[in-house]
Nanobody, 121 residues
Framework: QVQLVESGGGLVQPGGSLRLSCAAP????????MGWDRQAPGKPRELVAR???????NYADSVKGRLTISRDNAKNTMYLQMNNLKSEDTAVYYC???????????????WGQGTQVTVSS
């Protein structure tokens, strides 16, 4: 069972910042996409941001200009810098890693356990 290690969630006031991290085991290779989804209470899970191995990114319209996704391919680690946070950003954030094993060509899709982000005064 592959475990992604998430960190950085917590409580922050509106307008504040947080930085989430997600680390995949170094034994994993062939990652072509990393991303974050989130789920607020009573709402469906939604895409927040994705970054491909070439560096291209896409974001949910609601977070453009405030959240920035980045990755360190050498460390199999991804980050989500969240600035100017709003109450509607309150949710559990899940990291996701997708790829294809270079030896077996088997596709994989792994998820983290989730980290709570609460934006409140």
């Amino acid at each position: 069972q592959v475990q992604l290690v998430e960190s950085g969630g917590g409580l922050v006031q509106p307008g504040g910042s947080l930085r989430l991290s997600c680390a995949a085991p170094g034994s994993i290779s062939g990652i072509y996409a990393m991303g974050w989804d989130r789920q607020a209470p009573g709402k469906p899970r939604e895409l927040v941001a994705r970054i491909m191995d070439g560096g291209s990114t896409n974001y949910a319209d609601s977070v453009k200009g405030r959240l920035t996704i980045s990755r360190d391919n050498a460390k199999n680690t991804m980050y989500l810098q969240m600035n100017n946070l709003k109450s509607e950003d309150t949710a559990v954030y899940y990291c996701n890693v997708m790829g294809s094993d270079p030896t077996s060509a088997r596709e994989f899709d792994y998820w983290g356990q989730g980290t709570q982000v609460t934006v409140s005064s």
